[in-house]
Nanobody, 125 residues
């Protein structure tokens, strides 16, 4: 049984930092592209960042480039999202997801096979 779970969300002031983690089990972790998505109230789920199986290729949405960093540790079965210089518009529930057959350049949530339950990130102004 595949299990995916995020941790590390919370409340932070604008300009602050948070680090999210996501552990996955029950799958061949190193064979999956991993992504982070977010969903704010009343909005559609949107792509944030993705990382290739080796960790060599990464892709970010424009609004987080230079502020967020995605990384992975295949030995630990964990993907991370380091978020710096946070803005109120980054407030959302953040989800991690795993895809066996997708490109890091493909931001469509429908291409991902497994999802975590989400973790709330709130940035106050």
């Amino acid at each position: 049984q595949v299990q995916v779970g995020e941790s590390g969300g919370g409340l932070v002031q604008a300009g602050g930092s948070l680090s999210l983690s996501c552990a996955a089990s029950g799958l061949r972790f190193s064979s999956y592209t991993l992504g982070w998505f977010r969903q704010a109230p009343g909005k559609e789920r949107e792509f944030v960042a993705a990382i290739s199986t080796s960790g060599f290729m990464k892709h970010y949405r424009d609004s987080v480039k230079g502020r967020f960093t995605i990384s992975r540790d295949n030995a630990k079965g964990t993907v991370y999202l380091q978020m710096n210089s946070l803005k109120p518009e980054d407030t959302a529930v953040y989800y991690c997801a795993a895809a066996q057959r997708t490109s890091v350049q493909a931001p469509n949530p429908s291409t991902y096979d497994y999802w975590g339950q989400g973790t709330q990130v709130t940035v106050s102004s």
